[in-house]
């Protein structure tokens, strides 16, 4: 089954636009979550964290918020610049055994 | 920043053959190792923990005897696919946290793309 889910399977964005991908997830056990992002024939990259006593985590152009009741959490990247198009993936985890992923959403942004 | 080698990047083998995928963690020890695999357009799915001096533990639905997994030391794990069929083409990739605390990112290899005809 899949405890994580990334409904949107793309999103293009203009440069210097704030993009906003969005992650939900079913497990109510999960308390670690994270953004990765990917290139083409590499491993994902970790890109920004957050555990569950906390609603948001800034690093820089990141930013990621999280609402557990309604368990989701979103990525917002602003501005967004054309080196930021790749494939995102959210993860959740609960301990070192459970680190689930979406599907992904690729994002594009367009110059 | 950590950094985990996964070697070979790709391979092309024959039905019935094997192939092993190493990990290797560069520059901290990684008592545990996670490999996934990934579908075209797909999540990464889970196969298994590596863990090591002890027994790997796979996830539901993935065949132990298929899949081999040996952590030989803190910085090796491998991963060998046994009798390999075309089904098992896909992209395999390891991971291992360099913190203590399960609050830990993974760091991911740059994957291995498998290939059987």
């Known amino acids: 089954d899949q405890q994580v889910k990334q409904n949107s399977p793309s999103l293009s964005v203009q440069e210097g636009r704030i993009s906003i991908l969005n992650c939900d997830y079913t497990n109510s056990m999960f308390d670690y979550f994270l953004w990765y992002k990917k290139y083409p024939a590499e491993g994902p990259t970790f890109l920004i964290s957050i555990s569950s006593i906390k609603d948001k985590n800034e690093d820089g152009r990141f930013t990621v918020f999280l609402n557990k009741s309604a368990k989701h959490l979103s990525l917002h990247i602003v501005p967004s610049q054309p080196g930021d198009s790749a494939v995102y993936f959210c993860?959740?985890?609960?301990?070192?055994?459970?680190?689930?992923f979406g599907a992904g959403t690729r994002l594009t942004v367009k110059p | 920043g950590a950094v985990v080698s996964q070697h070979p990047s790709w391979v092309i083998c024959k039905s019935g053959t094997s192939v092993k995928i190493e990990c290797r963690s560069l520059d901290f020890q990684a008592t545990t190792m996670f490999w996934y695999r990934q579908f075209p357009k797909q999540s990464l799915m889970l196969m298994a923990t590596?863990?090591?001096?002890?027994?790997?533990?796979?996830e539901q639905g993935v065949e132990k005897d298929k899949f081999l997994i040996n952590h030989a030391s803190l910085t090796l794990s491998t991963l060998t696919v046994t009798s390999a069929h075309p089904e098992d083409s896909s992209f395999y990739i390891c991971?291992?946290?360099?913190?203590?605390?399960?609050?830990?990112?993974?760091?991911f290899g740059n994957g291995t793309r498998l290939t059987v005809t």
């Open positions: 993860a959740a985890s609960a301990n070192y055994n459970d680190m689930r």
């Open positions: 590596s863990n090591e001096g002890s027994k790997a533990t796979y």
């Open positions: 991971g291992a946290p360099t913190g203590s605390s399960y609050n830990s990112p993974l760091h």
